[in-house]
């Protein structure tokens, strides 16, 4: 275990500094509390405590980065559960390392926080180190600070050079699939937000998507080799699969009936339902392509990592996005993705 | 160049999805106009645009990875120039890498924003570019959000395993040495906070030193081999060299009247000489300990980087941190570091 002395220092501010302790709980102090963990792994040449973490590289590996930062009011509510909200923080940021087929390896977390709330604390960091821990993803580093309450994660994860899933990959003639359910998490955050009613045990039902999503480490790493591009669906299928097809310079038709909606979602009316497996975002499930001579080891892979994937279309040669109901005629749909600057 | 079609997806959030863009800038043409530059170096092999960007890994070389999130109102004044900010932003991590002796490679921006403010987003992406251009570190990836303006970067670099610069490893009998001067960072502070007064070409020529750091890179680079423990210098020297004298286990003598004061500070009575320059913070420079037999190989790395260093106390066996005055007598100044907690 490397030497503990505090976070990732190199701070400045703007505020003249008082040069005495009040008495509280100080930076360092909350970190050691909170945040020391003994490392687990051998990735971590040298954990938190000095100017930088020090990840040793490894021949014939690359390194998959990805960061996300989440803004209370915004991406969480502002009493949102700490333990729920220290998970998801982490699992938005693994579930880009499983759209690359990427291993977890470590991640570093910088946050801002109106003042220091022990129980919050507590709560968040134990969301967080048991998602962290199911993944053998090992926290090297940050950087706290005082603010609006929001959460920046950086994480790292390895693939060998050449079998990362990329969006660029997708051919004409791919299948394409989708793990898991969508349109739970959107259809919980609607009830949260009154745009609807849900009866108590259905928003119970729905809101763990909501609040806990699991990111598909498993079905990632299964998929190398198999599978063409693959992203994860954050901002809901038809606006994040368009950067696939971008990517790639193909289209794609999508079955819309055949998607696989959430059990909650699946009980409600055709137009909700369609709507918010397209573009209920929030899931991070998989979206991937893979050819047509592919099915069987598409399925063996969902076998191995445990999650069930579902076929919904197909990538065309001719671009845009088309849209089919069961019978298989066209549906016109306006499901774009949602937007940060522009909603 | 890689493909770019947009950010490292894989946001959430709390807030009901709009469907329709209303015609503001997108976050997509957001991070297209202003993020988006030809990659020019070979370690990153996938850069913006998908969900993780991709970083070569080389067999005997680690990663030096450091994050810090910049709070406006805390750590820049809301007013502040962006070019300005965007340069802070990322001189202070790139000070983090230059501490352990690593060789920038690149970097992920993740910020919320209030709004779409053109004007203010090209003259921070010019002035964050023109330092990453500077230390040729690119710009792999980030996150863009609505929210309150805060700034986290991730900073990766380079550096031969084993030739870390780490804090545990000051040895008794080593010098202590700081590059630089110190203080006027802090001294312009206290005048914009109206602390005390400047004359305004006073304040014009320390506030640079508060609001353009200058990484010391080059001096990091060339001291790997000489110096044993090194650490830069963000909350003030008395805290921040604590952090070494904690980690490695030691104590140390500074000559407070030695200090490098910086220009404008040097003017100042000799009380604010001491306490700015011992517990400034802000100051962006290197504190490092070499042996005392490395004097001349010190010099030599200061030469090679065109960076001065100033030779201030030397480190003890007996914990502790003793400050001495231009007599060799006692000085007790209570002069601990800044913390975000207890201020």
């Known amino acids: 275990m490397p030497p503990f002395n505090g976070w990732q220092c190199g701070k400045s501010q703007t505020?003249?500094?008082?040069?005495?302790?009040?008495?509280?709980?100080?930076?360092?102090?909350?970190i050691a509390r909170y945040f020391k963990r003994p490392a687990h792994r051998s990735h971590a040449a040298l954990g938190i405590g000095d100017d930088c973490a020090l990840l040793t590289q490894e021949a014939g590996m690359q390194l998959a980065i990805s960061t996300d930062i989440l803004v209370e009011g915004r991406h969480?509510?502002?009493?949102?559960?700490?333990?729920?909200?220290?998970?998801k923080s982490l699992a938005v940021n693994l579930s880009?390392?499983?759209?690359?087929?990427?291993?977890?390896?470590?991640?570093?977390?910088?946050?801002?926080?109106?003042?220091?709330?022990?129980?919050?604390?507590?709560?968040?960091?134990?969301?967080?180190?048991?998602?962290?821990?199911?993944?053998?993803?090992?926290?090297v580093g940050g950087d706290t600070t005082k603010g609006p309450l929001n959460i920046c994660i950086t994480v790292f994860g390895r693939v060998p050079v050449g079998e990362a899933l990329q969006r660029n990959a997708a051919l004409p003639?791919?299948?394409v699939w989708v793990s898991g359910t969508l349109g739970d998490a959107r259809l919980a955050l609607g009830a949260l937000y009154e745009e609807y009613a849900l009866p108590a045990d259905a928003l119970a039902a729905a809101a763990p998507r909501l609040h806990m999503p699991q990111?598909?480490?498993?079905?990632?790493?299964?998929?190398?080799?198999?599978?063409?591009?693959?992203?994860?669906?954050s901002d809901g299928l038809a606006g994040d699969l368009g950067h696939i097809l971008k990517a790639s310079g193909v289209g794609a038709t999508l079955e819309v009936d055949a998607l696989p909606a959430g059990p909650v979602l699946d009980e409600q009316p055709i137009e909700r339902r369609r709507l918010f497996t397209l573009a209920g975002g929030d899931d991070y499930e998989l979206?991937?392509?893979?050819?047509?001579?592919?099915?069987?080891?598409?399925?063996?892979?969902?076998?191995?990592?445990?999650?069930?994937v579902t076929r919904v279309?197909?990538?065309?040669?001719?671009?845009g996005l088309r849209l089919l109901d069961a019978q298989g005629q066209p549906l016109n749909l306006h499901a774009s993705s949602y937007d940060h600057f522009t909603s």
Chains 1, 2 share one sequence.
């Open 96 to 139: 880009d390392l499983a759209a690359m087929g990427a291993e977890p390896v470590a991640f570093t977390l910088a946050f801002s926080l109106p003042g220091v709330d022990e129980p919050w604390l507590e709560r968040f960091s134990a969301g967080l180190f048991a998602l962290a821990d199911a993944h053998r993803c090992e926290l």
């Open 15 to 30: 505020a003249p500094r008082c040069l005495y302790n009040h008495g509280m709980l100080s930076e360092f102090d909350l």
């Open 173 to 175: 003639g791919d299948d």
């Open 76 to 87: 969480f509510f502002t009493d949102a559960d700490p333990f729920m909200l220290g998970h």
């Open 287 to 308: 979206c991937f392509t893979a050819p047509a001579t592919k099915r069987d080891a598409v399925l063996g892979a969902a076998l191995i990592a445990n999650t069930p």
């Open 215 to 233: 990111p598909r480490v498993a079905l990632g790493l299964a998929l190398r080799g198999i599978a063409h591009a693959a992203l994860d669906l």
């Open 313 to 319: 279309g197909r990538i065309d040669a001719s671009p």
